[in-house]
């Protein structure tokens, strides 16, 4: 019984090496394989790929066929294109009448169908075949080109090609390495990649996750979903900020404004024209068209009688009066005098029509600004001090900055 077994096993064995062996080499525009030993497989291909667990990909009269190491046609040539997916799938294309489209399916190893050739494009993730089907409808033809209206749509086969999500999806977008975000019509959802929804399809909008929290929009309400599906913040409100440090800013539909934590509890609320997302634990606020600073509790830190207002974030806070800018603290304390004619920040600050500002790095080790104070220019910190100090020269200024700058 030992004597079989160990037969087998060296069978195996010679059979691996054998196939691995085999290398593709070309005579008179004709390929063929051999090995070490010589000619296995005669040139008669018009080419070849090497050898992949006993299969390898080879082409005649421009078209793809597979064959095993015995030369033995596996999948006959009736394909522009084929690819291996793993060791027993095997993804195959047919061009269309159009430029770079296909049509794609998937064939196991004995050449049956897994999925046929009705879709555009096919992907192997996580051991299951995500899909692309398309749809085209002719607008007008003419002798050169077609006009036509093209709709693709997006689904989930297992490796056996059992639907797991019907490919009618028009959009699908991952958000974890399982989970989807995915749209239909007019609404989103939330699914598992072995088709669980976590969430249904039946909100209107559905923003980007931070801090495990999305916004969604259920009619002309917004509230918050975690990546488990459930509703932290059930759809209420107007509009909403994305999270960040755990507080979002809110707005109800009768106009009131503030602040809420993660798990959904108001912090501060109030009437406000525009309520900026908070850093450092204070926001930018304005009231009656004048601008000021607030902490999260609602205190006034800078009083509202500014006409503008910059913030880097979580850096330089200055505000403007009489043309005049000044700096401050996140404590609402003055620093500088009114003196700035203008004043321009190198880091992220607030978008202009949003609260929250894509971060990026500023590229120096502190918050620094450029400043223009009576014809002249300086760079100060978010202290307000002189890093570099006032010269007539902006070329200069701009040189000594470069010095600062992290390498």
């Known amino acids: 019984m030992n004597n079989i077994f160990k037969t087998i096993f060296l069978f195996i064995i010679s059979v691996n090496c054998f196939s691995q062996e085999l290398k593709v080499f070309e005579i008179d525009s004709l390929f063929g394989y051999k090995n070490d030993e010589g000619i296995i497989i005669k040139p008669q291909y018009q080419y070849a790929n090497e050898f992949i667990e006993n299969k390898a990909i080879v082409y005649k ?46 064939l196991n190893k004995n050449n049956k169908v897994v999925l046929p050739l009705i879709f555009s494009e096919i992907y192997l993730k996580n051991e299951k075949l995500f899909v692309e089907k398309q749809k085209d409808s002719l607008i007008s033809k003419t002798q050169f080109t077609d006009t036509r209206s093209i709709k693709k749509t997006y689904g989930i086969y297992d490796l056996n090609g059992k639907p797991i999500l019907e490919p009618v999806y028009d959009w699908f977008k991952k958000i974890g390495s399982d989970t989807l975000r995915v749209s239909k019509g007019q609404y989103y959802a939330m699914v598992k990649s072995n088709g669980e929804f976590l969430a249904n399809l039946k909100y209107s909008a559905f923003g980007e996750f931070h801090n495990n929290r999305a916004a969604v929009r259920v009619d002309s309400s ?17 509009s909403v900020s994305k999270y960040y440090n755990k507080i979002t800013v809110f707005r109800k539909h009768n106009g009131q404004v503030g602040f809420m934590d993660i798990n959904g509890k108001t912090l501060y609320e109030s009437v406000y024209e525009i309520l900026r997302y908070p850093h450092l634990e204070c926001a930018a606020a304005r009231k009656n068209e004048k601008w000021g600073l607030i902490d999260l509790k609602g205190k006034t830190l800078v009083p509202f009688t500014h006409n503008d207002y910059l913030r880097e974030f979580e850096g330089i806070i200055a505000f403007k009066k009489n043309n005049k800018w000044a700096i401050f603290d996140q404590k609402g ?43 002249m220019y300086a760079v100060i910190n978010n202290k307000g001090e ?11 200024l701009f040189e000594s900055l470069e010095k600062l700058k992290i390498r």
């Open 386 to 396: 002189y890093i570099v100090p006032l010269n007539k020269s902006k070329n200069q």
């Open 333 to 375: 304390n003055q620093l500088t005098e009114y003196k700035f004619d203008s004043l321009f920040v190198f880091g992220s600050k607030e978008s202009p029509s949003s609260s929250f500002w894509k971060l990026k790095e500023n590229g120096f080790k502190e918050s620094l600004g450029l400043v223009e104070e009576s014809n």
């Open 61 to 106: 009269n421009n078209k793809a066929g597979v064959i095993n190491t015995n030369n033995k046609l596996i999948i006959p040539f009736k394909y522009d294109k084929i690819y291996f997916l793993n060791d027993s799938l095997i993804y195959v294309k047919n061009r269309t009448k159009y430029s770079h489209e296909y049509q794609c399916g998937v």
């Open 222 to 238: 917004y509230g918050f979903i975690d990546k488990s599906g459930y509703e932290v913040v059930k759809p209420q409100f107007y």
